[in-house]
């Protein structure tokens, strides 16, 4: 009686937590709220196996990040010299630097002085201190963009989807006087407010200038600015691939050439003569 009531019991418990497992996997989660909406998976060159970045829409992508998102967003880890030869020639690059003040010293006086920008000078910061970035956007800290595309989940999928995605917020959800309904940001409420439309930079390749054009490219951009070594690391895993697989090859190829005298060895038994004759006795001394 003891042992079947055990049973029934253990059977039981075995049973509800299966149903449970079941149910977790299988039910529609409804944290879109908290989690925020899942991006879709976009083309990108730079995510197929050996796809590269496309240099003409990093080159746009940094027009954007200059016209748009500098007036909020800091891109520390990014100084004018990595742009050249990836997007701009030198001389475009020292161009653009020289339009910024930097200030500079302290010179034989012991005073700081400013002096336009130069290759070696980082992207300047639109902020001062992180404190005077709240100040000016209603206490939220704009993030620095330098590895934005590595830093959140779902990556450059997530960014794209994330500044093309301000809509109306659905009934029944009240957004805080401030923030933007946005449903692929966590939480659903974001501080930043759409800044990305049709026309708002002029491309000067004659690239269209639509909101869903110019997200891509200032997100390609971000994604270089992330990831930088992309392109040299697919170009010698290339390598890498080519080199190790004929490496392979070839060891196969020797193993078989050495074992060869081994594997095609035939072994033969050679039965005496006297095979079928009983041996002697043992002598009686
Ligand atoms: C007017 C100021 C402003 C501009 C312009 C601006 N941002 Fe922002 N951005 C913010 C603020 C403030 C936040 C913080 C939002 C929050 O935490 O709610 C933010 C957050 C972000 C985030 C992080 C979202 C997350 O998941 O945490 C990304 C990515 C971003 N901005 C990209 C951009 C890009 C790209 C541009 C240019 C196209 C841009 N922003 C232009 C103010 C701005």
Known sequence: MYNALMGTAATTAVGAGLTLYYLEKNSAHANMEAEGLHPADYPFPQKKLFGTFDHASIRRGFQVFKEVCSACHSLDLVHWRNLVDVAYTEDEVREMAEEFEYTDGPDDKGEMFERPGKLTDPIPRPYANEEAARAANAGALPPDLSLITKARHGGVDYIYALL?????????VEVR???????????GAIAMA?????????????TPNTASQIAKDVVTF???????ELDDRKKIGAKALLLFSSLTLMAL?????????????K?????PKNWNK????PSKN
């Open 278 to 281: 009983k041996p002697n006795p």
């Open 164 to 172: 093309t995605g301000y809509c109306d917020p659905p009934a029944g």
């Open 222 to 228: 971000l994604n270089w600015a992330a990831e930088p």
């Open 253 to 265: 190829w020797i193993k078989r050439n050495r074992w060869h005298t081994l594997k095609s060895r």
């Open 177 to 187: 006087e401030g923030l933007n309904y946005n449903p692929y940001f966590p939480g």
């Open 194 to 206: 759409q800044n990305i439309f049709d026309g708002v930079v002029e491309y000067e390749d004659g």
């Open 267 to 271: 072994i033969a038994f050679n039965s």
